[in-house]
């Protein structure tokens, strides 16, 4: 029985209330793990919180999450737009994944319109800041079903 999920940062993120505040808002990557923990004790899951700026390490802990997690939260930051090695990580790992990002990627430049994640996730939350987080826990839980999988 796997009850847990893992939400999965990627480069640059680490950065979060630093730098850019008009485009990704004042909260940090810490405040962020902090209320996913919060809706963590709420939704009765538990959460492995990760940011990495490296795709191989992305591509290393998708792989890992087999077995150990029952789906995943994942904001690839501006690998989203480039990587088909993500792509095809999330393809042959068959968990649930959700696309995440904090600002409105379909009001940005034309290169953010594009997502090479969003054809194999089973679906996209962004333009909400960082309350994008506990709503895309929301989503995999009533995805999965609220209860623990096998
Ligand atoms: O909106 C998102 O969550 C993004 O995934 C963030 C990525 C961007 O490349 C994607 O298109 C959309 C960039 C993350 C960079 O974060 C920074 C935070 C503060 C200062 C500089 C960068």
Known sequence: MIHSILILNGPNLNLLGTRQPEVYGPTTLQD????????????????????TNHEGELVDALHAARGTHAGIILNAGAYTHTSVALRDAISAIMLPVIELHISNIHARED?????FIAPVAIGQICGFGAAGYPLAMDALMSYIGGTPVD
């Open 32 to 51: 962020i793990e902090d209320i996913c923990t919060a809706k963590a004790e709420e939704l009765d899951v538990s959460i492995s919180f990760r940011q």
């Open 111 to 115: 290169f953010r319109h594009r997502s």
